[in-house]
């Protein structure tokens, strides 16, 4: 075969004599990757280091039901939602108090998804699960409760508190609240407490709870039940 016919089959057309590392199979002036594969590669590289929010909010243990599910629009029963979206932990108590089904749930969620949003840390906790777990028979799984506790009262940014105080409390659970409440504040950390339990039962099952709660900012999520249709 004519030697020019040879040489014109080897040479790619844009002429280098490299492959381009990146595995497109350009040929490169030099040794190495080209522009693009090296963009590819750096966006990969944030996709892996980036979470999506679905993972946050997993890894901040929101129930998964509760996952892409509300939004700051569906916010129906407080007067004014975007002045609670742009809380930003002072004070540092938050409460929501209403009845069932009004939206607090979604509220505390919303909250959490902002917060990852910006960066900071949240933690969603269902007091009720918590409380069933600190009280297991089981020594090793109680360990586990109360060490999964210690690391949730000391998270640095936001903590919902969810179903915090029902109308029916035990002592047990009211004291495990207000010691949570209570480190909380005293290190000045972003905590929402909702509850559907009007304040002055609160102050009827515990005072130093009530008048800390009264200390922080109350929000009333009150008006009709959205599960109702
Ligand atoms: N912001 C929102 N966006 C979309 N849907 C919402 C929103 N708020 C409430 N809903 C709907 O209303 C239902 C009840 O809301 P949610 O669970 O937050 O109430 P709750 O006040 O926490 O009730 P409970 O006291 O019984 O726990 C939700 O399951 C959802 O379907
Ligand atoms: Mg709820
Ligand atoms: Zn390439």
């Avoid at 002592?171 to 949570?180: G, K, P, R, S």
Wanted: aromatic fraction near 6%; glycine fraction near 8%; charge should be neutral.
């Amino acid at each position: 075969m004519d030697e020019e016919i040879l040489k014109g089959l080897i040479k790619k057309p844009t002429g280098g004599e490299w492959p381009c590392t990146g595995g497109c199979g350009k040929m490169l002036d030099w040794p190495g990757a080209c522009s693009e594969c090296i963009a590819k590669f750096e966006r990969s590289l944030r996709g892996f280091v980036e979470k999506t929010i679905e993972e946050k909010l997993r890894e901040a243990e929101v129930p998964p039901a509760s996952i892409s599910r509300y939004t700051w629009e569906g916010v129906r029963n407080v007067p004014d939602p975007q002045a609670l979206r742009a809380w930003a932990g002072k004070p540092p108590l938050l409460t929501l108090s209403g009845p069932a089904g009004t939206g607090k749930t979604a509220i505390g969620v919303l909250l959490i998804e902002t917060w990852l949003e910006a960066g900071n840390q949240a933690r969603y906790v269902h007091v009720p699960r918590l409380i069933e777990s600190l009280r297991r028979r089981d020594d090793a799984a109680r360990a586990d409760a109360q060490a999964a506790l210690d690391t949730a009262r000391a998270v640095k940014g936001l903590v919902v508190l969810d179903e915090a105080i029902a109308l029916r409390q035990t002592e047990f659970a009211v004291d495990t609240v207000l010691q949570t409440v209570d480190y909380r504040l005293s290190y000045e950390l972003p905590t929402v407490v909702i509850t559907n339990a009007p304040l002055d039962v609160i102050r009827g099952l515990d005072e130093r709870l009530s008048s800390r709660l009264s200390g922080g900012w109350i929000v009333f999520v009150a008006g009709h039940d959205l599960r109702a249709r």
